[in-house]
Structures are given as structure tokens and as C-alpha cells.
């Protein structure tokens, strides 16, 4: 249905390169990302940081919208997403995505709430993709 891309380049290699990552809409735009901006919290973003921003913004609007389907029509939502980075062997694994939801929803009960927040969790596309296949198809350049 649609297709959003966003691009990443690295210049350098291991913790000495320094990556600039940008998005289709602009939004972000060459911003900094690398070793430091992932292990050691200097300025910039990371995987991880995007990933979270990603399933709490793709789970908020799906169960927003899940909630207008069953005929409430006023509220808001705030989630936040705690995505885990695990050592793993030699290298990192992805473990969890952990969302965090303050809602004010008038006239619903505790128990529909409920109901139709884990449905949202469970089939927004972020919530898919993180358990998702996943395929590469790659180019390389010869020197």
C-alpha cells in the first residue's frame, strides 16, 4: 500500500566511523549515529532510539484508531517504548520492546480498555515486524 524509505551512511569503520542516518519526510536529516551515540550516550540517535520511536508512535495511532472503531471518540494516549539491546554472543540482539501507556479514555471501562489495547499491541505493523521475517538482498562494489 505504501512505501517509506529511509537511508544510512557510515564513513569509517568499527567505533572510529561515524554514521549519518536520514528519512524520506526530512524529518530527520543526516543526524549522527555511531558506536558513541549507541554505547556511550553522546548527541545523536541510534537503532534502537528509532525502533522505540517507530512501535510507540505505530501502537498509539492503532489503538487509537481501534478505539474510534468501537465508537469512542475522545481521548488521549501516551506511550512510551523501552527497546532492549542484549549482549549476545560475539555480537547484540534485539530482546524487547517494552510500551508504557497513560491513557484518559471517557466513558470506557477498565476491561474494554484492556481488551482492545493488547489487540493494538498485538497487530500494529511495528508489533509484527519485530517478530518478523527478515531478508536481505545486497549490492557490493568492488574496488
Known amino acids: 500500500m505504501s512505501v517509506r524509505s529511509a537511508s544510512a551512511r557510515y564513513e569509517g569503520l568499527g567505533k572510529s ?8 519526510s526530512g524529518v530527520l536529516s543526516d543526524n549522527a549515529y555511531g558506536f558513541n551515540t549507541r554505547f556511550e550516550n553522546e548527541p545523536g540517535t541510534n537503532p534502537e532510539e528509532l525502533i522505540a520511536a517507530a512501535h510507540a508512535s505505530c501502537f498509539t495511532m492503532a489503538l487509537s484508531f481501534a478505539l474510534a472503531e468501537a465508537g469512542h471518540s475522545d481521548g488521549t494516549l501516551d506511550t512510551k517504548a523501552k527497546v532492549t539491546l542484549d549482549k ?14 497513560t491513557a484518559d479514555v471517557p466513558g470506557i471501562s477498565a476491561d474494554e480498555f484492556a481488551k482492545i489495547a493488547e489487540e493494538a499491541k498485538a497487530n500494529c505493523p511495528v508489533s509484527k515486524l519485530l517478530n518478523a521475517e527478515i531478508t536481505l538482498t545486497h549490492t557490493l562494489k568492488t574496488a
Open 17 to 24: 566511523g561515524k554514521g549519518h542516518v536520514s528519512t524520506q
Open 88 to 101: 549476545d554472543g560475539d555480537g547484540f540482539t534485539i530482546t524487547k520492546s517494552a510500551l508504557e501507556l
